[in-house]
């Protein structure tokens, strides 16, 4: 009888990608996928710690599965990823749910069928957390699910040390891959029919730093060398290592798109020094100015946080000014989350809770604003469309321009993995909705 195993993912990007590799590795010794957790021999919780809530959520759900590992017992229950990496937390996992078989960090993550073997056949549980980052591995054992959109880890961990941010403490020091290797994995995901590749970093600017061999810009480069059409995306980018290099890169190659994540957090001086960001609002909005005067169809989206530790109304008001300068085509807006083990978890000044509530609700107000004006605008225009899916609710064929933005248009044949243009005759928040256009 075949084995299944089922995967919950949490947090960004980067854990969607990695939860692909767990994949990999479940399929490489004979396991199917399932959408039930009832089904399931094999759960494995990809976790996240970077917000409270996430980690909250993963501890809701792995307690819900306690009834069904008492009924099936012979079922696995394993647990990795960055909750489990935080020091204590795998002793302190295991004692509030003795039932999990096998717990995994994010450095070991890719020695995870090992870890699967060594609990096969033993009642003991396996706890294998590494303290340091294992070699970086160039072979793509990802089982990918995300058609025509991939994913490539261009580096691993983070040198920035964000005074709110778990990260390098759960993910340890910047490392990069071989260049050679990350455009070979590209060029073989091409050959393979994918049309949009996201290369991802916690700071992909600083590519190449630890080794010394390529930069980010000439990364890119080398592979927008593949003339062909393809869509090349990239994050997440530092502000204080963004520069006119990489501006240049994207201008100079059609394949990379004009939608840039740029995070900013805050716009207040102060707030971004005690966040230890080592840039100022005013050089942050020297950069969109540069990246606009250089690429004038460029688009924004960032990253912005409400209620760090000590912030005032004024430096509220100086986030929302910087904002409504920035024009930004969207933005991904947060409450702080005190995360234990960070600097800014032991400073004074947290905010109360109603006050983070009533600033995240003035921000999300302006942002949704700027994000409706930006959709609007596409009313009447005809825009490229890589499909990505078919939405069996609404009956509908849906992808994303270069921007970023959802068109949904009706086709009567499959278009799943094809560019197709779409006249715009409708929109709303972020989503588009079209007619095909038959090219010429």
């Known amino acids: 009888m075949e084995k299944k195993y089922h995967i919950v993912t949490y947090g960004c990007q980067m854990n969607v990608h990695e939860s692909e590799?767990?994949?990999?590795i479940l399929r490489s010794r004979g396991y199917a996928e399932t959408s039930s957790k009832e089904e399931a021999d094999i759960v494995v919780?990809?976790?996240?710690?970077?917000?409270?809530?996430?980690?909250n959520h993963a501890y809701g759900n792995i307690g819900a599965l306690k009834k069904l590992k008492?009924?099936?017992?012979?079922?696995?229950?394993?647990?990795?990823?960055?909750?489990?990496?935080?020091p204590g937390a795998a002793e302190r996992l295991r004692k509030k749910f003795?039932?999990?078989?096998?717990?995994f960090g994010t450095h070991n993550l890719e020695e995870f069928g090992a870890l699967l073997?060594?609990?096969?056949?033993?009642?003991?549980?396996?706890?294998?957390?590494?303290?340091?980052?294992?070699?970086?591995?160039?072979?793509?054992?990802?089982?990918?699910?995300?058609y025509p959109n991939a994913w490539v880890n261009i580096m691993y961990g983070c040198n920035n040390f964000c005074s709110y941010c778990i990260v390098p403490y759960v993910r340890g020091r910047e490392r990069?891959?071989?260049?050679?290797?990350?455009?070979a994995e590209v060029n073989d995901l091409l050959d393979r029919g994918y049309k949009e590749i996201t290369l991802l970093g916690q700071n992909v600017n600083s590519y190449g730093n630890d080794c010394g061999e390529v930069s980010f810009p000439q990364l890119l480069r080398k592979i927008c060398a593949r003339d062909e059409k393809f869509r090349l995306r990239f994050m997440t980018s530092n502000p204080k290592d963004f520069g006119e290099e990489l501006v240049r890169a994207i201008a100079d190659h059609r394949q990379l798109c004009h939608l840039i994540h740029l995070p900013v957090q805050a716009g207040s001086d102060r707030i971004l020094r005690l966040m230890n960001r080592k840039y100022t609002a005013r050089e942050y909005?020297?950069?969109?100015?540069?990246?606009?005067?250089?690429?004038?169809?460029?688009q924004l989206s960032t990253d912005i946080m409400v209620g760090f530790p000590t912030e005032t109304e004024e430096d509220f008001r100086?986030?929302?000014e910087l904002v409504r300068a920035a024009d930004f085509s969207a933005a991904f807006t947060f409450v702080y989350s005190r995360r234990s083990g960070t600097v800014a978890a032991d400073m004074e000044g947290q905010i109360p809770e109603e006050v983070q509530k009533e600033r995240i609700m003035r921000l999300v107000e302006l942002v949704n604003a700027q994000t409706r004006e930006k959709s609007l605008s596409y009313r009447g225009k005809t825009v490229e469309i890589l499909c990505e899916d078919y939405d069996d609710k609404k009956r509908l064929y849906m992808g994303r321009d270069e921007y970023g933005r959802m068109g949904y248009f009706t086709s009567e044949q499959n278009r799943i993995g094809n560019f197709v243009d779409i006249h715009v005759t409708d929109s709303s928040g972020i989503s588009l909705m079209g007619e095909i256009v038959a090219k010429e």
């Open 21 to 24: 590799k767990l994949a990999g």
């Open 45 to 55: 919780f990809n976790t996240c710690c970077i917000r409270e809530n996430a980690e």
């Open 70 to 86: 008492k009924a099936r017992p012979a079922m696995l229950i394993a647990v990795g990823g960055c909750m489990t990496q935080q």
């Open 98 to 103: 003795p039932f999990v078989d096998i717990v």
């Open 117 to 146: 073997d060594r609990k096969i056949g033993r009642k003991k549980a396996v706890i294998d957390i590494w303290d340091k980052e294992g070699e970086v591995r160039e072979d793509d054992i990802s089982f990918r699910t995300s």
């Open 176 to 183: 990069s891959r071989a260049a050679e290797a990350v455009v």
């Open 285 to 298: 909005l020297q950069k969109v100015e540069m990246l606009r005067r250089i690429i004038p169809d460029c």
């Open 318 to 320: 100086a986030t929302l």
